[in-house]
């Protein structure tokens, strides 16, 4: 199969590139390096099956010329800096909604006809229903993330009534993990590696929030494509646990050996947008047969011991 | 109170731009006349209150001049042709989508803090719960205009979250009156002048739609601004009946007197999109004591008067 991997040297999609290849497919990785890092593509590189293309999205002409032959686009590229959107509020909306409107007019060009789209939980908004099932009722944005994800998933299921694309949409939490290069794993390890006696944590650390492990993301996005056969397929992807945010820096702490000092920057919200709680019911992609493999508080500790292990992500952005 | 109306020279909006005329408002018209007529503006041209600006949307420094000292925004202007989005399917998302970026952008370089948007029904795409709650199950979009319309409620609120701007959504089902000037009314009018013994249907003709007549629209629009607080408030907007397809037909051929063969293209839909059963639940309006003061059955032959009465109107888009 002839896949193309959008946001390819990403952490997701580094992973999917990887795993694809080891299944035999021949893998077109998309990536204007904004985010992603071309380390990340150090052993797909070497195979044959994998071609890289380093452009923008929104460069239509590299777009489509990348696009053409290809079987399936797993679409993950994004702005995924959730936290600074109000700072820049055009990012989300071209990045995120607009690049999908050039991806999904690629496709058409090309005849490419399945697309698997990474979605968010923020997307749910502040939900009143926990676990968060996918056909919830329909919720008010609070994010510019959030608003710019619900409306690239109208776009892709609008052309596949429209144009006969079949799209699979998956809602995932956080995900934690090999090559996790920003969130809150990152950042309390970057701030504890500067000082061990003191620490800021985003609102009162009580905000309760769901990890997936990328490995059990990834199994789950496979699954979905083998099994899925609807028009437009919407999954949820977390796990059936969740923490608080001061639950994980109690086992980043433990894990460093460390005990500082918390600073509570206060209120329920860690910024402008912040879900207090996020917990996704993930019975659909359950029923095909999946389950995650890693408890969060395992996940938390492989992506910690990930940054550990790799100074030089933490240098990149610190 | 000082109001913009984007789409102000269009039906809905010259509608209510004199409306506000007639309550004291200084209104701005914004408008690029793409679908807007010069002619739904002369009453309202003759008073001092009123103001126009030929502009479009997305030119950013016309719009941020039109918006200085503005306290509300009444956001009318949009691609309003559902059925052929398909043909150009990047106008929903510019016009629609884009165009309420810029305008919320413009609303927060100058300090403008509340907003009407004219969402749609279409929203929903095919519902499962009838008639639909302004919180049914979150939907799958199936028309690029609904797609365009739900991510441009998403901006809205999520600026309504970031930037304190007051949002007040409203879900239009399709509106009819005065200066209506494209939609089945409009459609069935021109095939039967043109032929009235034989008549084209678009799908079985049993699609169920339900329709507001444009005065009943307004009052509803100027008692949600009054009564609304929330930051984020959502209506719908209907009536509470439907009709189908054929039976307007049937007011329309025993207005005008003639009795023409009836062809149908065939299909539960008009047109790739369709949806074909629109039917809101409009509890939430209702409960700020409004109503309708026409049935369906008035509204469209209200319409086809006045139509008949603007042979103009006919020939500008014949």
């Known amino acids: 199969m002839k896949v193309l991997v959008t946001g390819g040297a990403g952490f997701i999609g580094s992973n999917l590139v990887d795993r694809l290849l080891d299944h035999g497919a021949t893998v077109t990785v998309y990536d204007n390096f904004s985010t992603g890092q071309p380390a990340f593509l150090d052993k797909a590189r070497t195979r044959a099956a994998c071609h890289l293309v ?28 959730v936290r600074h959107g109000l700072e820049l509020p055009h990012r989300d909306l071209e990045q995120n909604t607009i690049a999908t409107h050039h991806l999904l007019e690629a496709m058409r060009a090309c005849g490419t006809r399945r697309i698997v789209f990474s979605s968010t939980g923020s997307v749910y908004g502040e939900p009143a229903v926990f676990p968060t099932p996918e056909d919830c009722p329909l919720p008010i944005q609070t994010s510019l993330y959030g608003a710019s994800k619900i409306a690239a998933e109208g776009l892709i299921s609008a052309y596949s009534t429209g144009f006969g694309i079949q799209a699979i949409i998956l ?31 985003l609102g009162d650390g009580n905000q309760r929030k769901s990890y997936l492990y990328v490995g059990d993301c990834l ?24 923490c608080t945010v ?11 050996g460390v005990n500082p ?34 408890t969060i508080r395992e996940a938390v500790l492989r992506t910690l011991e990930y940054l550990q292990a790799s100074p030089w992500v933490m240098e990149q952005r610190a």
């Not at 923008?56 to 696009?67: E, G």
């Open 219 to 242: 199994d789950a996005l496979l699954r979905a494509v083998e099994c899925a056969t609807a028009p437009v397929s919407i999954f949820n992807l977390g796990s059936d646990e969740y």
């Open 246 to 256: 001061n639950d994980s820096l109690g086992w980043i702490c433990a894990a460093l």
């Open 261 to 294: 000092r918390r600073h509570f920057t206060g209120g329920e919200r860690g910024w402008v947008g912040d879900s207090p709680f996020i917990f996704l019911d993930c019975t659909r992609i359950r029923a095909l047969g999946w389950r995650p493999t890693l």
């Open 54 to 81: 380093e452009a923008d999205l929104l460069d239509r002409p590299s777009l489509t010329s990348a696009m053409r032959g290809q079987e399936l686009v797993v679409h993950l590229a994004a702005n995924a800096d």
């Open 171 to 201: 809602r995932f939490v956080s995900i934690l993990g090999e090559r996790y290069t920003h969130g809150h794993v990152f950042d309390f390890y970057r701030k504890l590696r500067a000082n061990p006696d003191d620490v800021e944590i």
